[in-house]
């Protein structure tokens, strides 16, 4: 089974920060991988698949890239509303894990 | 409108048994496949279980492997999942979840169903 291990798992940073979330997958996806944002008490929602692409309607502030097995998510430009937790997920191979999320918190 | 719902969840004790289910309606259902995702509380998401459009696919957790079944009835445009040998770890709520797949290849998931959450306690 592939393994995602997501870091951190916590983040503090300010309104208007950078920041990089990282999720490296045991064994080659082929990109078959995405992020989620879930804020309390909510569904999950989609903001990037096949480790790149944007979701229509996400803002451009997010973006995902992936070399091999390691995969980002950056948000360039933190809104007040982006605080919330993240997650990967692969769909490459039943199972379909999910890292172990990120709780992004305002500092 | 895309809609799921869960429902067949509750309080049973460590070894019981229950079924959830999951219908589907504002899309068409034989052509997803569709996962549960289950979420205990103030923890991450699980993904738990897996089934193709046709159902002749599944693809379970370690942690749920020989404990959990899934099925799906299209004609009752349902999803199910029957859990067996419950442990407290398998406390969460779980979701219907539906998945983007387009030839062969699965991508994201797109919907989620309100959940239902599953007690296993004595």
């Known amino acids: 089974d592939i393994q995602l291990t997501q870091s951190p798992s916590f983040l503090s940073a300010f309104v208007g920060d950078r920041v990089i979330i990282t999720c490296r997958a045991s064994?080659?996806?082929?990109?078959?991988l995405a992020w989620y944002q879930q804020k309390p008490g909510k569904a999950p929602k989609v903001l990037i698949f096949t480790a790149s692409t944007l979701e229509g309607g996400v803002p451009s502030r997010f973006s995902g890239s992936d070399s091999g097995t390691e995969f980002t998510l950056t948000i360039s430009g933190l809104q007040p509303e982006d605080f919330a937790t993240y997650y990967c997920?692969?769909?490459?191979?039943?199972?379909?894990?999910f890292g172990q999320g990120t709780r992004l918190e305002i500092k | 409108e895309v809609q799921l719902v869960e429902s067949g969840g509750g309080v049973v004790r460590p070894g019981g048994s229950l079924r959830l289910s999951c219908v589907a309606s504002?899309?068409?259902?034989?052509?997803?496949?569709m996962s549960w995702v289950r979420q205990a509380p103030g923890k991450g998401l699980e993904w738990v279980s897996g089934i193709n459009w046709k159902g002749d696919s599944t693809g379970y957790a370690d942690s749920v492997k020989g404990r959990f079944t899934i099925s799906r009835d299209n004609a009752k445009k349902s999803l199910y999942v029957q859990m067996s040998s419950l442990r407290v770890e398998d406390t969460a709520f779980y979701y219907c979840?539906?998945?983007?797949?387009?030839?062969?290849?699965?991508?994201?998931?797109?919907?989620w169903g309100q959940g239902t959450l599953v007690t296993v306690s004595s």
């Open positions: 504002g899309f068409t259902f034989d052509e997803y496949d």
């Open positions: 979840a539906r998945s983007y797949c387009s030839d062969g290849s699965c991508f994201w998931i797109d919907y």
């Open positions: 997920q692969h769909l490459n191979s039943f199972p379909y894990t």
């Open positions: 064994q080659s996806i082929s990109g078959s």
